[in-house]
């Protein structure tokens, strides 16, 4: 048996049991502890509204994060009619805080035609 403490950092640390002080102590006997999922194809919008673009990212962001997933890429395509906006809108806010699960990158689908 293994105690995991987590305190905010990526890394959590591991230690024989009992032998960790935390605050908060959870007994996670009936559960699985595993490393967060991360999916590398979600869907996510072409808009050209920064606002609604963000607010999705975010819904998709939280929704991800209730069933376990900590990372994703945004699958997305070109669209020139918009002027590949949600690309730039994707890349402002790849890394940043989301409230879930934390987008990673893009994945683009094809074809790349102007």
């Known amino acids: 048996m293994w105690d995991i403490l987590v305190d905010g950092s990526r890394s959590p640390l591991f230690a024989p049991a009992g032998t960790l002080n935390a605050p908060v102590v959870i007994d996670a006997k009936r559960y699985i502890v595993a490393p967060g999922l991360i999916d ?11 606002g609604c673009y963000s607010e999705a990212l975010r819904c998709i962001s939280a929704t991800l994060a209730s069933f376990g997933t900590t990372g994703f890429l945004g699958t997305t395509f070109m669209n020139p009619v918009n002027g590949n906006a949600h690309l730039k809108l994707l890349q402002e806010m790849t890394g940043s805080d989301l409230g879930g699960a934390r987008l990673l990158g893009i994945h683009l689908e094809g074809p790349l035609s102007t």
Do not use: K, S
Not at 40 to 50: E, F, L, S, W, Y
């Open 40 to 50: 590398v194809h979600i869907q996510v919008p072409g808009q050209r509204r920064a």
